[in-house]
């Protein structure tokens, strides 16, 4: 169990027993949500400061806090700036038990040496998982898998960067076998700081597409930066990559690693393959996978053909974790890993799929697969995709051609999305079966006045369109 001495080891190299008995159960950032014995960490944000908020996080049972200033608090500050003054921790042999706060530098960066310095007390194997998307589902799912027969932490939501990931390092216990840390990616350099913190000795990347290109650039830079996984995994046997194989940014990372390669896909070339994938709307997927000439015939509760491949890398985990196949079976059929896309029904009765989560050009077309899967007339609303950069105008054409061949009507949101109503009416869509709007209000209301008890609308755009609002004005109350 994590303690303030061992805080104080990672962030001066100096251990104070004394200060063992400060429980840490867990890192936090926000003091609304800050439970007892957390370790608060006071960040300034764009509208609040972490500082302004100690108290209140104290107030909450948080045990100590991470500070670059004095704060309105009774608690005692303890001076541990660089460089450091040992006998400032003295004080721990005589402080009365309650909160406290610790003066650093840097508060994120004493997060980070904190999560650092605790992953490498703890003997455990770290599964990293790193692409462009379906991340946070794969990771889901490798959870399930790997808890049928480990004790088994996963990074929750989307704390997936330089914050969130040493905040789940933080709630690591002797008790874990394996953790999941999903990676996300911004900048070069960005995935390897996360592996040097999380030391992974497997490392999972789904694929390379152009999602926060803006950002990042190419799709060769964003190749460049999720290698930066595979990079930093240990030689094999301890260390191995799960590549995919059919998409060619990724499988050309072989090179890129002294860890042993694992290719799933399906390519009959891959290690672990499938083929006959069935979708079966929202009742999920049936395929048939081989491996090392064993073939199985599986039906898993993952929604959109898409999905096989989720399947197979969590399959693949399983495998070099030493999981047999009804371990990695039961994992995979859970039915608890679909996170993304969620069905409701509308007050007429029509079936919203809720996809509203965040949008790129690959999602896009991966969900329009779903909804071809389904009988009704088929309405896809799509909001702008941000963040793509240079394949800003190629991504919004790709949904737009493909949603032609797919949709009865299609509603855009956006300035963006009108690109992909263009591109649909030059695919072939009639106009009369385009609505292009400006807001998710607007889009709204058409909705409500247009709806039919036997449609299935497809809601989906980038997260700062907002367009989880359509779907919480037309959902029916439960």
């Known amino acids: 169990m994590l303690t303030l001495a061992d805080a104080i080891e990672g962030l001066t190299g100096a251990r104070v027993e004394a200060a063992s008995r400060w429980v840490i159960t867990e ?118 898998v790997l808890s049928q027969r480990f004790q088994t932490l996963k990074n929750v939501g989307n704390l997936n960067n330089e914050i969130g990931l040493p905040l789940t390092l933080l709630s690591l216990t002797e008790v874990y076998e394996r953790v999941v840390l999903e990676m996300g990616f911004y900048v070069i350099g960005e995935i390897k700081f996360l592996c040097d913190l999380a030391l992974p000795s497997v490392g999972v990347v789904t694929n390379i597409g152009t999602v926060h290109a803006e950002r990042a650039g190419s799709q060769d830079s964003i190749a460049q930066g999720k290698s930066e996984l595979v990079k930093a995994l240990p030689a094999a046997p301890e260390g191995v990559a799960i590549l995919n194989y059919d998409d060619l940014r990724v499988r050309d990372m072989a090179s890129k690693t002294q860890a042993q390669v694992f290719y799933y896909g399906l390519d009959p070339r891959a290690d672990l393959w499938a083929d006959q994938v069935e979708g079966r709307g929202l009742d999920g997927i049936r395929f048939r996978l081989h491996y090392q000439g064993e073939t199985l015939y599986l039906n898993v509760p993952m929604i959109g053909r898409h999905s096989v491949h989720t399947a197979l890398r969590a399959a693949a985990v399983g495998l070099v974790e030493g999981l047999n196949w009804l371990e990695i079976i039961n994992g995979l059929q859970s039915g608890s890993s679909q996170l993304r896309l969620v069905a409701v029904r509308a007050e007429c009765g029509a079936l919203l799929l809720d996809d509203t989560y965040n949008a790129s050009p690959e999602s896009v077309l991966a969900a ?25 105008a190629q991504g919004h054409e790709m949904a737009g051609i493909r949603a032609a061949e797919v949709v009865d009507i299609l509603v855009t949101v956006g300035d963006r999305a009108r690109m992909i109503a263009d591109a649909a009416h030059r695919a072939g869509l009639a106009a009369a079966a385009i609505i292009p709007l400006e807001t998710t209000e607007q889009a709204t209301d058409w909705l409500k006045q247009q709806l039919q008890p036997r449609d299935v609308v497809l809601v989906k755009g980038s997260r700062g369109m907002r367009m989880d609002r359509v779907i919480s004005a037309l959902e029916r109350d439960q």
């Open 27 to 144: 890192g936090s950032i926000d003091s609304r949500t800050a439970k007892p014995g957390a370790l608060f960490i006071a960040l300034p944000g764009e509208r609040a400061d972490g500082h302004d908020y100690v108290a209140a996080a104290f107030q909450q049972g948080t045990v100590a806090a991470l500070v670059k200033r004095s704060v309105d608090s009774a608690a005692p500050l303890v001076d541990l700036r660089q460089p450091f003054d040992p006998a400032a921790l003295a004080v721990f042999e005589t402080l009365p038990d309650g909160p406290v706060c610790l003066l650093v530098d840097d508060p994120l960066q004493g997060l980070q040496q904190i999560a650092g310095f605790w992953r490498r007390k703890m003997n455990v194997r770290v599964i990293g998982i790193t692409g462009s998307v379906g991340k946070s589902t794969t990771k889901e799912v490798v959870t399930e």
């Open 368 to 392: 329009l697969n779903l909804l071809e899967e389904l009988y009704g007339r088929k309405i896809a609303v799509l909001g702008d995709m941000l963040e793509l950069g240079q394949y800003e």
